[in-house]
Every structure is written in structure tokens, then in C-alpha cells.
């Protein structure tokens, strides 16, 4: 909108507007309106602008309410006076007008709550529930500042929150946490609604202080198996050790995955459920010979460790506060117990029994992988016959 103003060295108010460049730029036009009447100044002012635009191809109603935001942003840049939250105003009118599509406000809970929606089709149950666990972390650290723009949270709010997750966590455990909060930025860039991460520029910390998971003896084993409750529990604990399974897939497995004529046991992990990673292990003796001592059912369907097949994991009642009393019947000892409540050992430690088995036994590092989960499902079918055989003499 043209304004009118007085010059020193000239008789009369001189007049001032914009007019849009074709290369997006705006140039300022002076010109003196030959009267020293105010209002006939601007008056004048103002159908030289009218003019100057139906020259420059900007006449028409939307032309002026487009060119008014954009000379109301400048007027407030000039003054000082334009905040971020008025820029996305501004820009949400350009978009409007020009007929594009509206900009989407969100403040940092609504975002995090429609990331997560989002992942629920995307992840398993356990990461979702992670993820969950993250996001709630973060926007309770936030604090109020979780109901403002998206925008507003930096790198340095980043750094502070990591920085108070420290007391009584492991650096792995910040790590996660951290990189979680990034995924739920980064898909806020991906979308064109930040312009960056402010998770980005943080390095991860270093591991110093994070529980190494040392494996078991075969003293150990042999302690955890007799201590067992019950026939379902030892078959878990054989399975977790010659097959390095997590607790949940070992109490999960139905009878389905077993190929005792093949000597072979075939699972999709949890973990790795949403990418199809099959897993196929060789049957070491142990294994199989609690297998087939075990009660069989016919229903493929039906679970090789009934009693505890629906027993979550985690939870006071869970299948890992189990393991550790049979642990402590047993008198084998948890390892160190870290600030954050973990332990050096658990059920997790028969996995890293499993691979140093394996390694001990001369096995190959890619079939090891293999066999862990560590590598995608096409890469199972290059195993042959005969080194599955082998595999299953290696682990004694």
C-alpha cells in the first residue's frame, strides 16, 4: 500500500510503493505526487499504484491482496516487529491466495503424536511401544514448551535433554532415546515443515559406561537348565542357548518352526518381524533331543512351550523377572548391576553364549550373523545341506 511522506529539499509529499519484479524481488518507487494536500497526496499516491501495477501485470483483486501481505511483511521486517510466529502467517496468507495448498500448524506434541500414529503400521509392536516410551520422555521434559511451534525446539534444547537422561542411564540408553527424537524432526523435514534436525549435529556418546552382556559358562548352562521349574522352562533355556533366540521369540515358538526331520528350526524374530527376516538354525543335539522328548502337537499352530506362550516379557509378572529368580536359584551370578537397574547378564546373555559357542567352534562370521538375524532373509537360502550340518556338529 503506497504511503506519503514529506522530503526535505522539495515543495511537495512525494509517494511511495512497491511493485513485484518477475524474479520475485520487490523494487521501491518514489515518485512526488505534485500536491502539498495530504489527502490529495495520498489520493495521488495511491492511483499511482494502481497504475504502476496494471503496467507490471499485477491488476486484479487477488494481485492487491497478494501485494499487501507482502508490503505489510516488509513494513513490519523494516520496523523490527517481524516475529516467526507472523512470518508463518504471512506465508500461510501467499499460499491461500495463490489457490496452493495450506500450511499445516504444528506444535511439537501434535507433530510427535501424529509421527507415532503414523509408525503404527509401520513398526512392530515392541518398537511402537519404544517409541512411545521416547515420545513421552521428551514432551515431559518439554514441558509446556510441547504445545509450541514445532520450529522452536534447537539443537540446544536437544543437548539439554539428553544431558538430564544421564542420571541413573547408560550412554546406549541416552543414544536411543536421542535417536528417536531425531526420527520424529527428521520426518518433520521430510514433510516440509522444519527446514532442519535439530538432532542432527549431536554426535552419539560414547559407550564407556554401558553394560557389557558377558555369556555363560557351559558350568552355568548346565546350573540354569537343572534349575529350571518346569519342562517348558528348560526347553526354553535349551532353545535360547543353541539357537541365540531373545527370550520372547524362544516362549513364542510353535511347533510349525520345528523340522525335526530336517534338523532345522525356522522363525521370523520379533525384532526384525516388519522386514520378514527369517532365521533358520540347525538343531544341535541337545535341542533336538528335548524336542522330541517333549510333548508334539499336531496343530502346527499350537506353541512348543504352552505355559509360557502368553506371559509377556517385561512386567513384574514378566518372563524376564522369571529368568532372573531361576538365575538366582541356580546360584548364577547377574554380573554387575548398573545405575540404571541392569545387569551385566539375563536371559539376553544365552545369545552372546550361542555366538561365542559358535565362534569357539570355528564358524564362519556371516553364518553366524546368519543365524543371529543379522542379515536379511535371502541370504539364508545360500546355505547348503551340508553346512547346516556341519553347523549343527559345531554347537556340543
Not at 507490471?56 to 501481505?69: M, Q, T
Not at 515431559?140 to 504445545?147: F, V
Not at 545387569?343 to 550373523?369: C, D, I, K, Y
Not at 538375524?373 to 547346516?388: F, I, N, Q, V
Request: charged fraction near 25%; glycine fraction near 8%; hydrophobic fraction near 35%.
Amino acid at each position: 500500500m503506497a504511503s506519503v511522506y514529506s522530503r526535505s529539499g522539495t515543495k511537495f509529499l512525494e509517494a511511495a510503493f512497491y511493485i513485484s519484479q518477475s524474479d520475485g524481488t520487490s523494487k521501491k518507487v518514489r515518485r512526488s505526487t505534485g500536491t502539498t494536500n495530504y489527502r490529495e497526496a495520498k489520493r495521488r499516491a495511491e492511483k499511482m499504484e494502481a497504475e504502476a501495477r496494471r503496467a507490471a501485470g499485477l491488476s486484479g483483486e487477488k494481485a492487491n491482496a497478494i501485494h499487501a501481505v507482502v508490503v505489510k511483511a516488509g513494513e513490519d521486517a523494516a520496523k523490527e516487529r517481524l516475529t516467526l510466529a507472523k512470518a508463518r502467517r504471512y506465508i500461510a496468507e501467499l499460499l491461500q491466495l495463490s489457490g496452493g495448498e495450506e500450511i499445516s500448524e504444528f506444535t511439537v506434541r501434535s507433530w510427535a503424536d501424529e509421527w507415532l500414529r503414523r509408525k503404527r503400521d509401520q513398526v512392530s509392536k515392541a518398537t511402537l511401544a519404544r517409541y512411545e516410551g521416547s515420545r513421552r520422555s521428551f514432551l515431559s521434559w518439554l514441558g509446556p514448551r510441547a504445545d509450541k511451534p514445532l520450529e522452536t525446539v534447537t539443537t540446544t534444547h536437544l543437548r539439554q535433554y539428553r544431558s538430564s537422561l544421564r542420571e541413573g542411564r547408560t550412554a546406549r540408553t541416552c543414544n536411543a532415546y536421542v535417536k528417536d527424537v531425531s526420527s520424529i524432526f527428521g520426518a518433520a523435514v521430510d514433510e516440509g515443515l522444519i527446514l532442519s534436525n535439530p538432532a542432527k549435529p549431536l554426535k552419539a556418546l560414547p559407550l564407556t559406561d554401558s553394560t557389557d552382556r558377558l555369556p555363560f559358562t557351559p558350568r552355568e548352562v548346565q546350573r540354569l537348565i537343572e534349575g529350571a521349574p518346569s519342562d517348558d522352562w528348560r526347553g526354553v533355556i535349551i532353545t535360547g542357548v543353541y539357537t541365540g533366540l531373545r527370550l520372547g521369540d524362544c516362549a513364542g515358538i510353535a511347533w510349525g518352526n520345528v523340522d525335526l526331520s530336517a534338523g532345522t528350526l525356522t522363525v521370523v524374530p520379533k525384532k526384525t518381524q516388519r522386514k520378514r527376516v527369517e532365521v533358520r538354525i540347525p538343531l544341535a543335539t541337545p535341542l533336538r533331543e528335548f524336542l522330541e522328548s517333549h510333548p508334539i502337537a499336531d496343530d502346527p499352530k499350537a506353541p512348543v512351550f504352552p505355559s509360557l506362550h502368553e506371559i509377556p516379557v517385561s512386567g513384574n509378572s514378566g518372563l524376564s523377572i522369571a529368568f532372573g529368580r531361576i538365575m538366582d536359584t541356580a546360584d548364577v551370578s547377574r554380573g554387575e548391576r548398573h545405575a540404571s537397574g541392569m545387569h551385566q547378564r539375563g536371559f539376553h546373555a544365552l545369545r552372546h553364549t550361542f555366538t561365542s559357542w559358535l565362534a569357539n567352534a570355528g564358524v564362519a562370521p556371516e553364518l553366524r550373523q546368519a543365524m543371529t538375524g543379522h542379515l536379511d532373509s535371502d541370504a539364508h537360502k545360500l546355505y547348503t545341506h551340508h553346512e547346516l550340518a556341519t553347523l549343527g556338529g559345531a554347537k556340543k
